[in-house]
């Protein structure tokens, strides 16, 4: 990369920030297509995250930040604007500064999730749906399923008490059936999402019973590491549809783009993903 003193500069922030993979996406991207721009990764305590954003982007050539955990809720409070998407989920993972010094956020993990869907060609219209984990990823994937029309979402959370209000400001807001489930029970879906860390570590359990999920139903799992996941692998040993989540990543990416004012890159990258599809499936 050919960074100079006119490069716009972006920075990712997170805690822990080494598994990370959007600046190797991202700058590829950038050098790909003559982009003059760069994507940083920066290791932040969540204590110091109002002081370093407020402070970073005093700098003129520091045009937005990434989010990555823990980060995304917290970024919230500090936005003049939110789109719908990021505000009903209280959670973004981008934020711009807009010419009039204002900054703004947007939330992309539903919005790639249900692209994603779209590339599978899994149909989300009246689609009933079992979200496992509702932590900032499963509530956007939620939210995300919810505007674009999905028939029942039920929501399912280990932390008892978290799915409720979750579950009522998802269908005032959008006006979709949406409820707290009793269980992580799959039967009766034909869309089972796991939003759950469970496979990262080994000796996890499953995030639910793979021989409830209905033989017709397509499973989700938006783990990127050990891949195929022992889900993927429990799914797929059954005869059952499943796909993991670098897709998910994969169609977030334009929207990135868009977002911080690379259209005309972003509209290549949406019309042919395969260089960055190979990126993200890479070992």
Request: charged fraction near 20%; include cysteine; aromatic fraction near 6%.
């Amino acid at each position: 990369m050919n960074i100079s003193g006119t490069t716009r500069v972006f920075l990712i922030l997170g805690d822990p920030v080494a598994q990370v993979r959007a600046p190797e996406a991202f700058n590829h991207l950038f050098a790909k297509h003559g982009a003059d721009a760069v994507l940083v990764p920066a290791k932040l305590s969540s204590a110091n995250l109002a002081a370093f954003v407020k402070n970073s982007l005093l700098a003129d050539n520091i045009d937005g930040l990434w989010l990555a955990i823990p980060h995304k809720t917290a970024m919230v409070g500090l936005l003049d604007h939110c789109e719908t998407l990021g505000r009903v989920a209280g959670a973004v993972n981008a934020a711009r500064r807009n010419a009039d010094g204002s900054l703004e956020g947007a939330l992309f993990d539903g919005v790639g999730f249900v692209k994603a869907l779209d590339h599978f060609g899994l149909p989300i219209a009246g689609r009933d749906a079992l979200v496992v984990g509702v932590g900032g990823g499963g509530v956007a994937i939620a939210a995300s399923l919810a505007a674009r029309g999905a028939g029942r979402i039920a929501l399912f959370d280990s932390t008892p008490g978290r799915t409720a209000a979750v579950a009522s400001k998802l269908a005032a807001e959008f006006g979709v059936d949406v409820v707290s489930a009793a269980s992580a029970d799959p039967a009766g879906h034909d869309l089972v999402v796991n939003a759950t860390p469970l496979g990262l570590k080994a000796g996890d359990p499953l995030p639910f019973d793979v021989a409830r999920v209905d033989t017709d139903a397509a499973v989700i799992d938006i783990l990127m590491k050990n891949q195929p996941t022992p889900l993927l692998r429990a799914c797929r040993a059954r005869g059952i549809t499943a796909h993991p989540g670098f897709e998910m990543m994969v169609q977030q990416v334009p929207e990135y783009l868009s977002f911080f004012g690379f259209d005309a890159i972003a509209r290549e990258v949406q019309a042919d993903s395969s260089d960055i599809r190979a990126l993200f499936e890479a070992p």
